[in-house]
């Protein structure tokens, strides 16, 4: 099972939609949490961080589910601009700090 | 799904030394690597992007004498840190492109190495 598993998508939606994205870590040492937004052949770019209390930025929401051991992404009133690959990233802490990446989830938003 | 390797995970080196990091794609080919660099509490940066056979392509204020790049085949790249220094001490994370059908390019990323130098 990987550590970090993410649904690849892609998630095609319309503008205006809301679209939700789940993540699932497997570690219970995992410490840290964070979104990252990846264009097309570009580095990821730090989207947010996860907090149990929840985060929100503008129309971008974070959760994270330390019961369950998951991380969700929330989009609402999608634009064409929000299309990416979004990264779920762990943080464990083992001893030492281990950074996983998941996958990616891909995001198409259409006109 | 696809799985990208590197070793070593860790490294801790003496300031001058050089540290050789191997990224492998394990069951893909890999046409194109990435490989980036993080510092504590920043995003990922890209260094530079490497395609088989053919000289890497260096991001801005990235020294190519000093970060070394091969890409000698579709399943490994290696980056050697020449003559590092404490400053170079970072977390260290390649990125393979493999092809999904009917997808543009996906990358995976490889679990990173870290990198402490004395």
Redesign the interface.
Known sequence: RKEVEQDPGPFNVPEGATVAFNCTYSNSASQSFFWYRQDCRKEPKLLMSVYSSGNEDGRFTAQLNRASQYISLLIRDSKLSDSATYLCVVILNTGGFKTIFGAGTRLFVKA | ??VVSQHP??VICKSGTSVKIECRSLDFQATTM?W?R?FPKQ????MATSNEGSKATYEQGVEKDKFLINHASLTLSTLTVTSAHPEDSS?Y?CSAEGKREA???????G??T?LTVL
């Open positions: 799904g696809a995970s860790w990435f980036y993080q995003s990922l940066m890209l977390f994370i997808f543009t390019d996906t990358q995976y990323f679990p990173g870290r």
